[in-house]
């Protein structure tokens, strides 16, 4: 069995390709109505997307690093987000004319405009779920199951079953981005990718099924994001470093994005089912995948340093890729470089602010969501 600080090593390195509290309504901008009529938004995932869920749950000691500076540095505080500001979600809400989301486990925060119960490190495939292989999964493996049941209990508490009804029908609801980390537990137990694509069934029927219960709840408008190209991340970079051969003409790691492809391949054929099954609500596919590579490919004209796209703002052991994972950012010898802004990669394994933003661009504004089923003030086009 691995030491305690290996297994908290491999648990902090294992929060997405997934971390880091959550802000008053008054932090966003924007207090009431968004395009499309919609005037809360619900979100389940992990540390993509958390705004504060983890640092809440997680005991004392646990993940420290992500409760203080250099984490929210771009920000001005740390606030539970696993990067050095803002997230997509953010950006999100702030185009939709609404306020940032709160955590669903924060104390006296106002969820008059949606409720975030994404929580860093969180798995689709619940431990008992009938799916599960008997991947390790350490940590904060806060699966949908456990998202769903909170989301239920505070619809339950909060509204009257018809009021509740009305109020997913003018309501976005993101199922994820979720999935990644019941791969990266996998991969950072050192399973083989042969192992580790026969998770992809049952973590797709898990994220669809979760979907399903979603719009039987009486949600009409419902996004399904797909995986990012995993083989493109520092974290991966510097773990499965090989030989030329085993890199793309973007130095990404082709084996490692082909098992991401074959992921979000199965996603997007079962989103289109659901759709064909639900006809009265509108469910999209968001493709972070090529989102992202389109980000990569024009990282210069998007304002961010071409050389540093697969490198790590903020860590230690130098490098190509500024990546340790038994030093992650804000442990001790680690340091944050000058201008995030410059970097896509935070921590190496999340993104920085600027890099959540274009990418919230690309699929929100762009051709990145399929189909566009959002539409925005005008005053929040995404240009901002």
């Not at 989301?151 to 199922?175: C, H, I, P, Y």
């Not at 992650?328 to 995030?340: D, F, I, L, Y």
Request: glycine letters at 10%; aromatic letters at 10%; one cysteine or more.
């Amino acid at each position: 069995m691995a030491s305690s600080a290996a297994f908290f090593a491999l648990s902090l390195f294992a929060l997405h390709l997934s971390c880091c509290h959550g802000q008053a309504a008054s932090d966003g901008n924007g207090s009431g109505g968004g395009g499309n009529g919609v005037t809360a938004i619900y979100s389940l995932g992990d540390s993509i997307t958390d705004t504060g869920n983890l640092v809440k749950e997680a005991p004392p000691g646990m993940f420290e690093t992500i409760k203080h500076f250099p984490y929210g540095v771009t920000f001005g505080r740390p606030t539970g987000r696993c990067s050095d500001g803002l997230l997509m979600i953010d950006f999100l809400a702030q185009d939709l004319g609404l306020p940032f989301l709160n955590p669903f486990l924060g104390k006296n925060k106002s969820f008059d405009h949606g409720v975030n119960f994404a929580v860093a490190g969180a798995t689709a495939m619940d431990p008992a779920d009938q799916f599960n292989t008997s991947m390790p999964m350490p940590f904060a493996a806060n699966s949908l199951k456990l998202q769903l049941r909170w989301f239920k209990d505070f619809l339950k508490s909060s509204f009257s079953t018809d009021a509740g009804t009305k109020r997913l029908q003018n309501s976005l609801v993101l199922v994820g981005e979720i999935g990644g980390n019941d791969y990266n537990y996998a991969f950072f137990a050192n399973r083989s990718v042969n192992e580790v694509e026969k998770l992809i069934p049952g973590v797709v029927r898990t994220i669809i099924d979760a979907a399903k219960e979603v719009l039987d709840m009486g949600a009409s408008r419902v996004i399904v994001p797909g995986n990012f190209p995993i083989g493109c991340v520092p974290g991966y970079l510097a773990m499965k470093a090989g030989s030329s051969s085993d890199y793309d003409s973007m130095g990404c790691l082709r084996e490692m994005n082909l098992f991401a492809a074959k992921h979000n391949a199965r996603l997007q054929r079962a989103v289109a089912d659901l759709r064909s099954s639900y006809p009265n609500a509108s469910v999209a596919y968001a493709d972070y995948y090529n989102s992202f590579l389109q980000l990569l490919n024009n990282a210069s004209s998007l304002g961010f340093d071409a050389a540093s796209t697969r490198k790590a703002c903020c860590g230690a052991g130098g490098g190509e890729y500024n990546f340790d994972w038994t030093r992650m950012c804000g442990a001790e010898g680690t340091a944050a470089c000058a201008e995030p802004s410059k970097y896509v990669s935070w921590d190496g394994i999340h993104m920085t602010q600027a890099a959540y933003r274009a990418m919230s661009r690309l699929i929100y504004h762009g051709k990145y969501l399929e189909p566009q089923i959002l539409s925005f003030p005008e005053k929040n086009d995404g240009q901002a």
